[in-house]
């Protein structure tokens, strides 16, 4: 049961982040929706070069991420540069503007405190207290759990060893360990755990534990464990990991641009354009290759080859629709989404990036001010008239748009 509390709207203008952001994106249509006085609402008017912005964009979805799953709290943004009827209505004139809606109200209040995390939140919390138990990801071990976790041979394992009654630094540790241990939460491969030592002195003994804090890394073929040395971070144990299990988590638990991506396949496509056939066969190569290995985001080779085969008869334009439709559903319905779903179209869209630069590298006049890209529906018009796309040309854009009107059909029949 949820207890009383505001909404809050936090506006700020912000460029459309590549890495697929989920913060809800509001227009003049929705954001009375969801300013009617039944949730805590915080949006934010954004401007892509405005460097304050900027700035608080990774905070700002720090935020989102923290309260995705409350039903009675809404985190949400508005393109000022696209959306003027707000911009006047609410006469906002500098950027970040925050604006807030206690529940109840549909009257907003401008929000003058700090820009940081820990501010938004104590706002939130102020007006809409969170009444659950918080989950915790770290997962305790003991006697009867430790050698069916630690000695699992599909898992990758980072132990903590620690004593609760005397040891400063093992509770200094805690709330940074658990960060990671929420980083890598949904990668299955990999488990965060924790072993107190005084309550399970044996265990302590058996890896010649003497000092505490000590974390221990177990790998699917090492099961002795490999002392971790270097600093006991987030963001370093982050990394760590990462490189060890070729993950591409941020910390927090967002993916990086690097998530989806296989180097051997990138490597193709950076050359797809010289040959489309050659690069068909070496990437079919690869793929037979990666199929023998463990790697975490190898079922994506088939996209990659999708892409590829069809991107020879449909071109750069067949990329940059689908990374536009993707990033539309990330941004529109990010509470729609599961997590898996959402992470799963993060994904294509870093690998559809790697044809983008692939194709801009080998033609840079895509990137021109001439290039249909970056013009409008009437400047393409024009163009056009002027200079009118031969037989073949015609048909390929037919035919590209609606082969690819039916894949992203079955697409998201798949997710």
Same mark, same amino acid.
């Given at each position: ?37 039944? =949730? ?17 964009? #990774? ?36 950027? #970040?503007?925050?604006? !807030? ?12 405190? $700090? ?23 770290? =997962? ?12 699992? =041979? ?22 940074? !360990? ?109 793929? +037979? ?10 079922? !994506? ?14 071109? !750069?334009?067949?990329?940059?629709? +689908? ?11 990010? =509470? ?16 559809? $990036? ?9 033609? #840079? ?33 037919? $035919? ?8 992203? $059909? ?6």
């Amino acid at each position: 049961m949820w207890i009383a509390g505001s909404v809050i709207v936090f506006i700020c203008w912000l460029a459309f982040p590549e890495s697929g952001a989920v913060v809800m994106r509001l227009d003049n249509t929705t954001y009375g929706q969801v300013t009617r006085g039944d =949730k805590f609402v915080l949006v934010q008017f954004y401007v892509k070069w405005s460097s304050a912005c900027q700035k608080l964009e #990774p905070k700002w979805e720090d935020v989102e991420r923290r309260y995705r799953e409350r039903d009675d709290v809404v985190i949400g943004k508005v393109n000022a540069q696209e959306d003027r009827i707000l911009v006047t209505r609410f006469r906002t004139t500098t950027f #970040p503007t925050i604006l !807030y809606y206690p529940k109840g109200a549909t009257e907003h209040q401008l929000y003058e405190g $700090r820009h940081t995390i820990a501010a938004f939140v104590e706002l939130i919390e102020q007006h809409a207290p969170t009444s659950w138990v918080r989950r915790i990801f770290t =997962k305790e071990l003991n006697s009867t759990n430790f050698d069916q976790t630690v000695m699992d =041979k599909d898992k990758f394992v980072m132990l903590q060893f620690y004593n609760t009654t005397d040891c400063y630094k093992c509770k200094k540790l805690q709330p940074d !360990y658990e960060m990671v241990a929420e980083t890598f939460h949904n990668e299955r491969t990999i488990v965060v755990a924790r072993v107190d030592t005084e309550m399970h002195p044996e265990i302590g003994k058996r890896f010649d534990i003497t000092q505490h804090p000590r974390i221990m890394w177990f790998t699917r073929d090492n099961k002795r464990g490999i002392p971790y040395q270097s600093a006991m971070k987030p963001a370093q144990l982050v990394d760590f990991i990462n490189h060890q299990c070729h993950t591409a988590r941020e910390l927090g638990g967002g993916l990086t641009s690097q998530a989806g991506r296989m180097v051997e396949m990138d490597a193709v496509v950076s050359n797809f354009i010289a040959s489309i056939a050659d690069v068909q066969k070496e990437a079919e190569k690869v793929k +037979e290759k990666m199929a023998g290995r463990q790697h975490p985001h190898s079922n !994506y080779s088939s996209f990659y080859m999708d892409i590829l085969d069809r991107i020879g008869s449909h071109g !750069y334009e067949l990329v940059t629709m +689908e990374i536009t439709n993707f990033q539309n559903s990330l941004a529109t319905s990010p =509470k729609s989404l599961s997590e898996e779903k959402r992470e799963d179209l993060v994904k294509r869209v870093n690998i559809l $990036r790697v044809f983008q630069k692939a194709y801009r590298t080998q033609f #840079p006049k895509l990137q021109d001010s001439n290039s249909e890209e970056n013009m409008g529906e009437p400047e393409v018009a024009k163009k056009r008239a002027k200079d009118p796309p031969n037989a073949f040309q015609r048909k390929s854009r037919g $035919r590209g748009k609606k082969e690819y009107t039916s894949k992203m $059909r079955s697409i998201k029949h798949e997710l």
